[in-house]
DNA sequence: CCTTGATCTAAAGTTAGGTTTAGAAATTAC
DNA sequence: GTAATTTCTAAACCTAACTTTAGATCAAGG
């Protein structure tokens, strides 16, 4: 026996703390892509455990399994990643991370500006529609807290 | 025919840029309570445009319907609020919000410091588990970013 | 060898926050 | 007094991110 044949899945959702079944589902969303062994059973490499920490880490920053698909298809596949690596895909967490501080800091200065204020009108509030549209597929809120303009 | 009978919901969805089966949806959710006219449709108060409107405003800071429910609960039941009502109840809102800015803050500073610093080791980590443990009902990660303790 | 535990697949179920659909009844417009 | 719009209810459907279930196969221990 070599001194490594791989994890098993169950190893893997023990070092992790994820459940078995959720790191299936990630393998169907293309986060990780463990190999088999000759009985059909998922092996992983001891760098998987990184992977699904990252996966984990960057779900808590907000990512949607997508997005992550994305982040982690900047690391280099002909090797096992380095810390360097990591590093430098962290940096695109970091960018998202601002952003959203930077997007939930200027709507707490709007609340306090406006519903603070007292003024309560506001087809012109900035309150209206905080430009980080991520659910807009149907058409999104038009006047926030307020009559509308023809009232 | 009195000065008004209030508002229809498909009239209340236009002023307020909502979809008719999400106000009704926001009613069976306890958010919202119309009255209704003879023929049993959903007549509204010009006040609940700045109900629904103080309710999307709440979604954009990341509450859930059930607390937002909670919120309103705040407001006086037996008139109309006032811009004041509105700035008492909005207050828990500002709360709110500085905590998730807080939270997201300290995770930022985190990721600098962790994975930024190429450490990559850590049951340490602070990045693991990040006390705000939204969606813990099952068990939760326990090891992120590295090899487990006993490795 | 046999039993126990781990893993396999596919499909269905779950929660949040809604939307869509269908058929009926109410309202409005002409 | 029709015809066209709205609204009504109930139930089914939708996406994201998983979990659960069922029945079968694999792996490991004694």
């Given amino acids: 026996m070599a001194v490594s044949e791989g994890l098993a899945i169950g190893a893997l959702a023990r070092r992790t703390g994820l459940a078995v079944s959720a790191i299936r589902y990630y393998e169907a969303q293309g986060l990780i892509s463990p190999w088999r062994n000759a009985g059909g059973q998922r092996r992983y490499q001891r760098a ?3 992977r699904l920490s990252f996966v984990m880490i960057a779900q808590q920053f ?3 399994l997508p997005e992550i698909r994305e982040v982690l298809s900047g690391l280099p596949g002909n090797r096992t990643p380095t810390p360097q690596d990591w ?3 962290s940096k695109g967490l970091r960018a998202h991370l601002d952003q959203r501080i930077d ?3 200027r709507l707490r200065d709007n609340l306090d500006g406006c519903i603070g204020c007292g003024c309560l009108s506001l087809p012109k509030c900035a309150l209206y529609n905080p430009d980080d ?3 807009s597929n ?3 809120p038009r ?3 307020g009559d509308s303009p023809e009232a």
Avoid: E, F, P, V
């Fill in 103 to 105: 997007t939930l800091t």
């Fill in 48 to 50: 998987d455990i990184r």
């Fill in 138 to 140: 149907g058409s999104g």
């Fill in 87 to 89: 590093q430098d895909i």
């Fill in 143 to 145: 006047y926030l807290m």
């Fill in 62 to 64: 907000g990512l949607t």
């Fill in 133 to 135: 549209r991520a659910k």
